[in-house]
């Protein structure tokens, strides 16, 4: 697609540019535009949105008064929507949690740069919605109001909020080039990081592993041995998730923006493709998943106090996590014994052997 030259990417022309294109979301316009989902959204400063001080402990504690939202994260490949209450929130100066019935947030607050309220008019109806950004324009995160949300509760909170800068125009930060990922992990590392993953009593630990050993989570999962990962045919993730239909298998499904993870917990019930995306349509639950992004799909278990939890994990091709899959299961308690099941017995990718030889050395 033709892109917008810097010249002509001025708020009065991405404006034009929506108005040419309603039915486009902001996303695919300002792909099509070459600017950012955040410029999209200032350029409508006075009109449709209203930026907002990014005080993000204000702004989490505030949304409960909001009743029932829908709240979205996404990245390139997947878009988690829940439906609930913003209960059960946690601040803290390092990041924040929410811990509610149905929205299960982590939050790191440093991505939270841009925010705005957003409110747009149509011949039918009028959306309103708060949306975060990072510092390159990208969404964070995004709480849609529903029917019955709390209208005046929002317009408070936005009255709240709103910061005295209401430009058109964003300072959004260029984003840095990054070359391609090295997929080699030499034996040293290779034994050190068996012997730690060996050792976890907590799944949270893994996080710490890879930081220490300075990895990637694909070139770990791609390096250890078939005890803790091994590598699924790209089927096996449409075949588990029906099984956990047809058995009544509750699980948790984690999505993750540069700011967010989000999580359901929960049974699911019903799956429909279209096209390139697999979905999951449930009353609380929107799941969109672009099957054709995956290029690598892993079973992953890591040890804990209480057994070993395996995790169903799909990678682009970047080597980057698109969604995890677990089975829910309560603390203090291992792993649920028919997710287990399912895991252990998907179908697997046939490995080239030369390919393991060339990703360690």
Not at 198 to 218: C, E, P, S, W, Y
Not at 224 to 235: C, G, R, T, V
Not at 250 to 262: D, K
Not at 333 to 341: G, I, M, Q
Request: net charge neutral; with cysteine; hydrophobic share 40%.
């Amino acid at each position: 697609m033709a892109q917008m030259t810097t010249a002509d990417s001025g708020p009065e022309s991405i404006r034009q540019a929506c108005l040419d294109n309603p039915k486009m979301r902001e996303r695919d316009l300002a792909l099509k535009l070459g600017v950012s989902e955040a410029d999209i959204i200032a350029s409508w400063c006075g009109q449709r949105s209203t930026r907002l001080e990014m005080r993000i402990n204000n702004i989490l504690n505030g949304l409960e008064s909001l009743g029932e939202v829908m709240a979205l994260t996404r990245n390139e490949s997947a878009v988690h929507e829940k439906i609930g209450v913003y209960d059960g929130v946690r601040t803290s100066d390092r990041g924040a949690i929410v811990l509610g019935e149905d929205i299960d947030l982590r939050i790191k607050g440093a991505a939270w740069v841009h925010g705005f309220a957003v409110e747009k008019h149509a011949a039918e109806n009028t959306t309103r919605s708060l949306q975060f950004f990072d510092a390159y324009g990208d969404a964070v995160h995004k709480i849609h109001l529903r029917p019955n949300s709390d209208l005046k509760a929002f317009n408070r909170l936005v009255a709240q909020l709103k910061g005295d800068d209401q430009n058109e125009v964003l300072r959004i930060k260029p984003r840095p080039q990054t070359g391609s990922r090295p997929r080699v992990v030499h034996d040293a590392d290779l034994a050190d990081m068996r012997n730690r993953w060996a050792a976890m009593k907590d799944v949270h630990q893994f996080a710490g592993i890879l930081r220490r050993l300075n990895l990637t989570r694909h070139q770990a999962v791609s390096a250890i041995d078939d005890e803790f990962a091994w590598q699924l045919h790209k089927s096996a993730l449409l075949a588990a998730l029906n099984i956990c239909v047809t058995e009544d298998i509750p699980i948790m499904c984690f999505v993750a923006s540069p700011g967010v993870v989000q999580i359901h917990s929960g049974p699911i019930h019903q799956i429909k493709q279209m096209g390139p995306w697999l979905n999951i349509l449930d009353p609380g639950f929107h799941l969109h998943l672009r099957a054709d992004h995956i290029d690598e799909l892993w079973a992953v278990r890591k040890p804990n106090k209480d057994g070993h939890v395996t995790s169903l994990e799909a990678y682009n091709g970047n080597g980057d996590l698109i969604i995890q899959f677990f089975g829910v299961r309560r603390e203090g308690a291992d792993e649920r014994n028919d997710w287990r099941l399912v895991m252990e017995n998907l179908p697997k990718r046939a490995v080239d052997p030369s390919a393991i030889s060339n990703a360690v050395a």
